[in-house]
């Protein structure tokens, strides 16, 4: 059962950031793909669907809402608009851990949940929108990996912040 070998992967004692950066590996091994595969394979109402989770996110922002249901949605929708249902299955297996900092995770905190840097994230979603929305193939797995390279380099920060407090 992946589900649950993805859950015995990260234990209850593991440091909730170190385990983000490696979901943060495993989903740029997958996501980089899947924005390409989708960028190629996505029917107009795919299409659609990813373009509503992105809007979805900037309501919920500018409402001052928990933004991490829409975020997942919006990695969701690429995934399936692969028309692979593995990269779905993965992403569904990760669950929680693929969006690790939103409010409603219990790996959410204070500093990461600024307007600021959401607002950041939903950039970095139009761009990966924009590159499946033009059917560019490139431009997609550029814009994702951006995105996740990005991901990752903001939880070090909070790694090594985490490790200078103690």
Known sequence: NATSAFT????EGSNKISVALNVLEVR???EIEAAGLAARRRSASQDAAIQEAWNEFGRQLQKGQPTG???FAFHRAIAAATNNPFYSEVLNALGSRTIPCDVASPWGTESTLTYDYQDGLHEEHRRILSGISAQDITAAREAMREHLSR???RYRVR????GAQH
Do not use: F
């Open 8 to 11: 015995s992967i990260a234990g």
């Open 28 to 30: 740029m091994g997958i």
């Open 69 to 71: 249901g829409s975020d």
């Open 151 to 153: 991901s990752q380099d």
């Open 159 to 162: 790694l090594a912040e985490q």
